[in-house]
């Protein structure tokens, strides 16, 4: 069955480590999203890429870093620099546009400073 | 202030219910979506809308572009549509959700 997937579903960071979240698509989508939500919040735009050696910073970028070497893949890092990484993490995917398209998406990764 | 407001944060409801999900924006929008987020956190899309009204099953959406405003309403509510309800103009810009929790 097609899909998103993420993994791992929690996760757990130290101070000062870099941990990557990983989100794969077979959808054959183009555009892919990462989101973070926190409680009582609506989700916020991480950074987003509609095309492959190619990515956009969305409104909370800082912090994050992420590549988009396949089609299929989209994995997020979460630096050091991010002082409050604790929350709920969303990859979507799309068929192209960042308009009008719907949007699917993987089950999610919590993640939680130790 | 949000884009994008919605009313009411929590609602609980009896089964059988009629339930009416509100959704305000202040942005210029091309398309609304309304979706659905289950305790596990997995989100899933229930419309795409731009104008008019789209109804799959127990479930209806509609939109006024002009008013900039849309409802998602729910007929004979069941307690496994217990979930939290999001209106968004993506892929940039969500409401903050209505928990909703139909009681049997």
């Known amino acids: 069955d097609g899909g998103i997937t993420q993994s791992p579903k929690y996760l757990f960071r130290k101070e000062g480590q870099n941990v990557t979240l990983s989100c794969e698509q077979n959808l054959n989508h183009d555009a892919m999203y990462w989101y973070r939500q926190d409680p009582g919040q609506g989700l916020r735009l991480i950074y987003y890429?509609?095309?492959?050696?190619?990515?956009q910073k969305g409104d909370i970028a800082e912090g994050y870093s992420v590549s988009r070497e396949k089609k299929e893949s989209f994995p997020l890092t979460v630096t050091s620099a991010q002082k409050n990484p604790t929350a709920f993490y969303l990859c979507?995917?799309?068929?192209?546009?960042?308009?009008?398209?719907?949007?699917?998406f993987g089950s999610g990764t919590q993640l939680s400073v130790l | 202030k949000n884009e994008v407001e919605q009313s009411p944060q929590n609602l609980t409801a009896q089964e059988g219910e009629f339930i009416t999900i509100n959704c305000s924006y202040s942005v210029g929008i091309s398309a609304l979506h309304w979706l659905q987020q289950h305790p596990g956190g997995g989100i899933v899309s229930l419309f795409m809308l731009s104008s008019g009204k789209k109804k799959h099953g127990r479930l209806i959406a509609t939109i006024n572009i002009q008013e900039k405003h849309s409802s998602l309403h729910i007929t004979a509510s069941h307690p496994r549509d217990s979930a939290v309800y999001i209106c968004a103009v993506t892929p940039f810009v969500f409401g903050k959700g209505t928990r909703l929790s139909v009681i049997a």
């Open positions: 890429s509609q095309i492959v050696n190619d990515f």
């Open positions: 979507a995917s799309s068929t192209g546009g960042i308009r009008d398209e719907k949007l699917f």
